[in-house]
């Protein structure tokens, strides 16, 4: 053990010493102390506080501190429909969280709009802010939410730099989903519908 | 009063308010469903027959709410308005009905009876777009200030006029 020691050109380290990336250091913080900021609109709230709850115990990963003023938070959970009246006070909270912050959207309502396809309901909070992670379900089991802040973690301890140039890059910058809406009434294209096309010259050929 | 059926509507009334409303405008139709008494009263002569049903008894005022009747069988008219009384002496209720048109659905407001009716009275205003003369503070309620649209009409679209995607766009780099 001793002969290989001295024959290896590493650095000799005093014991309790261990060697890293001032980067990976501040992302290990990060990701072992994420302070969630509980944006709970609906029924995924609900799930959302048995997350935190004695059972499903969200203080094994670190993010059991529920903080109420985003001042003090660093991970949003936005839980539920986000309807557009409550859109620019969720865009105002997300903007008074400091860097680094990151988004988790959970459920099917806060990622797509869920059921609710109608004029007061925004379709995906990832239109108008940030977000890191989706958590699909309706609602999500407390399970979903914990994988989903692991994944989180990961994501923090891969890309983590203490200057936080991860968010500098052009992928984060981007926005999440381009902004087209469907045309308000559908139009029938029969070029890219073999079936349609099918029906269509059956119907010309009865006619004739 | 006679009602023959639970679940039939009965046209027969020998109802006191009834008679009284028929003494002060007329005419007024009037039916029974389920026991329940309903009486439909011409709308320029609303707020008189609401202070005299008022002044009969009804001093709860349960609510104020619209329907609207676009492509409906039989209407005759866009809107209908619903107004459900009550008396807290004797448990007595009455549903009041009238009818409102476009341009300009109005009607008059009746905060001046009942405090009650003004959140309510906004509600439909917002939701409608029926326009209550003499109400205070005629505002929206539930949809934001700068909406412009009466979403619960049958004439707009289910998924909105764009409304929903009107908002700045915050990526990493704004926040």
């Known amino acids: ?208 | 009063m006679t009602n023959t059926s639970d679940t039939g509507t009965e046209t027969v009334i020998e109802n006191a308010h009834v008679r009284v409303l028929n003494a002060f405008c007329g005419p007024v139709e009037s039916s029974i469903y389920r026991k329940q008494q309903r009486v439909i009263v011409p709308t320029e002569k609303s707020f008189d027959a609401l202070s005299l049903l008022k002044d009969r008894g009804f001093d709860l005022f349960i609510d104020v709410t619209c329907v609207d009747y676009l492509e409906y069988r039989k209407a005759k008219h866009r809107y209908g308005l619903v107004y459900l009384l009550a008396s807290t002496m004797n448990t007595e209720r009455l549903t009041v009905r009238l009818f409102v048109d476009d341009p300009q659905p109005t009607v008059a407001s009746v905060v001046p009876l009942w405090e009650a009716a003004n959140w309510l009275e906004r509600e439909v205003w917002d939701l409608f777009g029926i326009n209550f003369t003499g109400h205070p503070d005629l505002r929206r309620l539930v949809m934001p200030e700068e909406f412009t649209a009466h979403p619960l009409r049958k004439d707009y679209p289910l998924q909105g006029r764009g409304e929903r995607h009107n908002f700045p766009v915050i990526t990493r780099d704004h926040s």
């Open chain 1, 1 to 208: 053990m001793a002969v290989t020691q001295s024959e290896s050109p590493s650095l000799e380290l005093p014991e309790n010493v261990v060697v890293s990336r001032l980067d990976e250091l501040a992302s290990w913080c990060r990701k072992n102390s994420l302070w969630p900021m509980p944006f709970a609109t609906a029924c995924c709230g609900i799930e959302l506080m048995a997350t935190g709850a004695a059972k499903h115990d969200l203080s094994r990963f670190g993010a059991e501190v529920f903080r109420f003023s985003p001042r003090q938070c660093d991970l949003m959970i936005v839980a539920g429909r986000v309807v557009m009246k409550m859109l620019p006070v969720l865009q105002r909270i997300w903007q008074q969280m400091h860097e680094p912050k990151w988004c988790i959207s959970m459920g099917a309502c806060a990622s797509t709009g869920g059921v609710f396809d109608t004029y007061a309901v925004v379709q995906g909070i990832d239109r108008f802010i940030p977000v890191d992670m989706y958590v699909p379900g309706c609602p999500p089991r407390p399970e979903q939410l914990i994988q989903a802040i692991i994944d989180l973690q990961d994501k923090i301890q891969e890309e983590g730099t203490i200057a936080g140039r991860e968010f500098n890059t052009r992928q984060r910058q981007e926005k999440k989903r381009a902004l087209v809406e469907y045309p308000e009434t559908l139009t029938l294209d029969a070029s890219r519908n073999p079936n349609l096309q099918r029906e269509l010259s059956k119907s010309a050929s009865n006619l004739n």
